[in-house]
């Protein structure tokens, strides 16, 4: 969309221009981009240090799990995994070092669980799982589990996690403050039907990580790339200083590493754009968050809403109209940038379509470039952050070669996003190490399941 400034100082700007003038702070250099690599550099130190970690906006939490899976495992084991109003419970049963047996099985949580005391809840879980267990004739087995608990915890085991609030619209009393672990051995207990005496709790990420190492053994970074961004990797227990490991401590140990708030503290400025500041004013948490604002899938439709209002504004789109559907907040998706960048140069039928969904019945040829290009220019700008952060993580590992397993539905399904993230990955990272992309073909639960298997199995003959 470039053209030669060829006009005197008197002729006004070309709407190309004014959109390209408007857009030009989301194109940043790669020495840019270097400098956030180098600036999430010193966020891991920060993160890891005894003396600063409490006070470090990006939180790089220990999960306890000190050992990924060998392949030597066997046996049946349990993945339970708790996210929103779905419940999904999957066995796996390990038989050899290539492969495993899946069985799940999907209950929706009642919203009356969502409020109402929280052992309700927890008998809720526990009844799902004596439904399950029976279903494969496991009710005489001692079963291990891993339960994946997305909801903020502090952990100090692999075997407990203390709630510290509700999200997702859960507001369940008595949890807040307690071992969650506990609470749902409590309730397997009251049934008195099946034996579970072994759980092991983690996060989404964690179990991607897991459940990608099992298939390439050197995994060590899990990345979920959705409404929120989420990241795990394998750190070196030497690096950690609050852990207090013993003398048989394993030398490895995975870390959440939340991203989210990255940039709180203005570390991130110098790249923030006038549009990054409104979006941020107008949020309910103004503040905070500011990397998961310029990443994530929840904020990235806002974004482009924001520069079309600007572009609107300024008469360089739409022909200075202002729709009911443009000015209101959030009401642009990913889902509307996906299928936008889909689409096919030179066919505008899904665009216009998005244009009369939006109150415009004639958008211009030039009104359906503009808004490709500002949906590539976000899009591009998000992948090209998460791709600094990773570079980071990858200079910090420092192993000659790691593989990256991610997820999530903006990896997945934005066209050319993983594309994009790869290459400017390739740029940011040392060219002594080398990483590979690998899409998470297993979810979370078959890693909480793994996760179970690893900690608690007997171990076969390789």
């Known amino acids: 969309m470039s053209e030669e400034d060829s006009r005197s100082d008197s002729e006004p700007l070309s709407n190309h221009a004014i959109v390209e003038e408007i857009c030009e702070p989301f194109i940043l250099s790669d020495d840019k981009y270097r400098q956030i690599r180098d600036i999430f550099l010193d966020e891991i130190g920060r993160g890891l240090c005894k003396y600063t970690f409490k006070n470090a906006y990006v939180k790089f939490l220990m999960t306890f799990v000190e050992k990924l899976p060998s392949g030597c495992e066997r046996g049946n084991f349990l993945g339970l995994d708790l996210d929103g109003t779905t419940l999904r419970i999957l066995l796996i049963n390990l038989r050899s070092e290539e492969g495993f047996q899946i069985e799940g099985a999907n209950y929706e949580l009642p919203e009356s669980l969502l409020t109402g005391p929280g052992h309700n809840l927890f008998d809720f879980l526990a009844e799902c799982l004596s439904k399950f267990v029976y279903k ?76 990608c190492a099992w298939q390439y053994r050197e995994a060590k970074i899990g990345l979920v790339i959705d409404t929120a961004l989420s990241i795990s990797y394998l750190e070196k227990t030497k690096h950690i200083d609050q852990f207090k490991g013993g003398v048989n401590a394993s030398p490895t140990m995975i870390i959440n590493c939340k991203s989210d708030n990255f940039g709180n503290d203005g570390l991130l400025d110098f790249v923030r754009t006038p549009i990054d500041f409104t979006l941020d004013e107008n949020s309910v948490n103004a503040g905070q968050q ?27 789109m739409l022909r200075g109209n202002h729709s009911e559907q443009l000015r209101t907040p959030m009401s642009f998706n990913i889902k509307l940038m996906s299928n936008i960048e889909a689409e096919e140069t030179g066919n505008d039928s ?49 192993d000659p070669f790691v593989i990256i397993g991610v997820d999530g539905s903006v990896y997945r399904q934005y066209p050319r996003y993983s594309e994009r993230l790869r290459k400017k990955l390739r740029k940011l990272a040392r060219p002594e190490y080398t990483f590979c992309l690998k899409l998470a073909e297993y979810g979370p639960g078959v890693g909480a399941a793994l996760l179970a298997a690893t900690t608690f199995a007997k171990k076969g003959n390789p």
């Not at 507001?171 to 009251?190: T, Y």
């Not at 994530?296 to 482009?304: C, D, F």
């Not at 379509?353 to 359906?368: H, L, N, Q, T």
């Not at 591009?380 to 791709?387: G, H, Q, T, V």
């Open 350 to 398: 899904i665009i216009l379509y998005i244009f009369e969904k939006m109150g415009y019945r004639r958008p211009s040829v030039e009104d359906c470039e503009h808004l490709r290009y500002i949906c590539k220019l976000v899009s591009n700008r998000s992948a090209y952050l998460i791709a600094a952060t990773l570079a980071a993580l990858i200079n910090h590992i420092g």
């Open 290 to 316: 500011i990397f998961e604002k310029m990443t994530s899938s929840k904020y990235l439709g806002e974004i482009v809403r924001l520069i079309m209002l600007k572009c609107v504004d300024a008469k360089a």
């Open 136 to 211: 494969y004739e496991l009710q005489e087995d001692e079963l291990s589990l891993g339960f994946i608990f997305s909801f903020p915890l502090k952990q100090n085991k692999l075997t407990g996690g203390v709630l510290l609030s509700w999200t997702k619209g859960f507001s369940c009393s008595d949890v807040v403050g307690r071992d969650v672990v506990g609470l749902l051995q409590q309730a397997i207990e009251r049934r008195g039907d099946i034996h579970i005496p072994n759980i092991v709790i983690l996060n989404e990420t964690t179990g991607k990580l897991i459940a």
